[in-house]
């Protein structure tokens, strides 16, 4: 069982940053793929970025792509994104997800666990 806690939401105007913490629970955190997601309202949940069990792997779609940054510290159980440039568009709730079976930076399955998200929101 691992339990995810996000962190490091909040009101930011465009063009700047903010970085979004997801810690974990259990000592099994580097066997899993992480990833972040954002559901914006009424909107489906998409996938902002993915990041390997050794972070050698990433994965970004091309709407964040150069703006946004995955990390993770295995040592601390911990899974970060840093969000430069940040558009209204971005704004959403943000959620990180922990997936057991991977390859590379893709989940080969539906993920595992979810974090309850923190908002994230970007005034024009």
């Known amino acids: 069982q691992v339990q995810l806690v996000e962190s490091g939401g909040g009101l930011v105007q465009a063009g700047g940053s903010l970085r979004l913490s997801c810690a974990a629970s259990g000592r099994t955190f580097s066997r899993y793929l992480m990833g972040w997601f954002r559901q914006a309202p009424g909107k489906e949940r998409q996938i902002v970025a993915a990041i390997s069990w050794n972070g050698g792997i990433t994965y970004y779609p091309d709407s964040v792509k150069g703006r946004f940054t995955i990390s993770r510290d295995n040592a601390k159980n911990t899974v970060y994104l840093q969000m430069n440039s940040l558009k209204p568009e971005d704004t959403a709730v943000y959620y990180c997800?922990?997936?057991?079976?991977?390859?590379?930076?893709?989940?080969?399955?539906?993920?595992?666990?979810w974090g309850q998200g923190t908002q994230v929101t970007v005034s024009s």
């Open positions: 997800g922990a997936c057991s079976i991977s390859s590379g930076a893709g989940c080969s399955r539906p993920y595992d666990y």
